[in-house]
């Protein structure tokens, strides 16, 4: 998929700025959800589909990880199992 570079890293920014999974922030910004404008209204947009975790070591959030080219429920998936080789 063409645009999957761009995709995985929104999702990995979108974890690392929010320390959340993005599959877990879905519903937060559908239209009636707590952050329905929070997508536009920083300079580098944050994408709201799973595929995005953040990574934490000894408590601490140190980075994260984006994965994208997939159905969001396969790129969730393996961005799991890359969190999961890297802790």
Do not use: C, N, W, Y
């Amino acid at each position: 998929v063409l645009i999957s570079g761009e995709t995985s890293t929104r999702k990995a920014f979108t974890a690392l700025q929010l320390d959340a999974p993005t599959a877990d922030l879905v519903d937060a910004v559908r239209p009636d959800g707590l952050f329905h404008t929070l997508p536009t209204a920083l300079d580098r947009p944050l994408l709201f589909i799973a595929g995005g975790l953040p990574v934490h070591r000894d408590g601490r959030l140190i980075g994260a990880i984006g994965v994208g080219g997939g159905a969001p429920d396969q790129d969730h998936a393996f961005a799991e199992a890359a969190l999961d080789a890297l802790v």
